[in-house]
């Protein structure tokens, strides 16, 4: 019995965890990594779901290289009304979390450094030259490798519909 109180206790410990405590305007906020994402979409919160199991995670902040190229991207994803796989995500391009201080650093949002929002299997948003954003990274710590920022960005689809992503923060480590 006790063994089974434990488990349920740590099931319902999990499934409370707060995915999106980051909160860059509170100036007692301590940036640790683990803050996670949240922006608005429409006006709408959108936090990145909980993930209680091994496996796919519902946020990620990841460095890459590829052909000379080097980007940074931020995914998080959650599901919609009708169960739908939603997903924020900025790629921007040139950047290079381990080699340089990006802190201050202020990234365009347009056609070469992305925002996008997904509707998985039935719609993609984009920034492009005339629907645009920005990321501001707001604290980094290269040794352990914690990126903190605020983005927003306007984005749209072949239907001209626009989608209004306002009020991103985030605060995750980088891998």
């Known amino acids: 019995m006790k063994n089974k109180l434990i488990f349920i206790l740590s099931i319902l410990t999990f499934i409370s965890c707060d ?3 980051v909160d860059l305007d509170d100036e007692n906020y301590i940036f640790d990594g683990r803050g996670g994402a949240k922006c608005e979409v429409n ?3 959108f936090i990145p779901r909980v993930v209680t199991s091994p496996g796919a995670s519902s946020m990620e902040l990841n460095f890459a290289q590829d052909n000379g190229q080097e980007y940074l991207y931020l995914n998080f ?4 009304e009708n169960n739908e796989l939603l ?3 900025l790629l921007m391009n040139n950047v290079n979390p381990y080699e340089n201080d990006l ?3 202020v990234i365009d949002l347009n056609d070469d450094s992305t925002g996008m929002y997904r509707i998985i299997l039935l719609d993609e948003y984009s920034t492009n030259t005339e629907y645009i954003g920005e990321l501001e990274i707001v604290y980094h710590d290269q040794d352990e490798r914690i990126l903190a920022g605020r983005f927003w960005y306007d984005s749209v689809n072949s239907n001209n519909e626009i989608v209004e992503i306002r009020n991103g ?3 995750m480590t980088y891998y």
């Open 19 to 21: 995915t999106a405590s």
């Open 169 to 171: 923060e985030f605060d």
């Open 103 to 105: 802190t201050g650093m």
């Open 77 to 80: 994803n959650n599901r919609g």
């Open 43 to 45: 006006g709408v919160e």
């Open 87 to 89: 997903m924020v995500s």
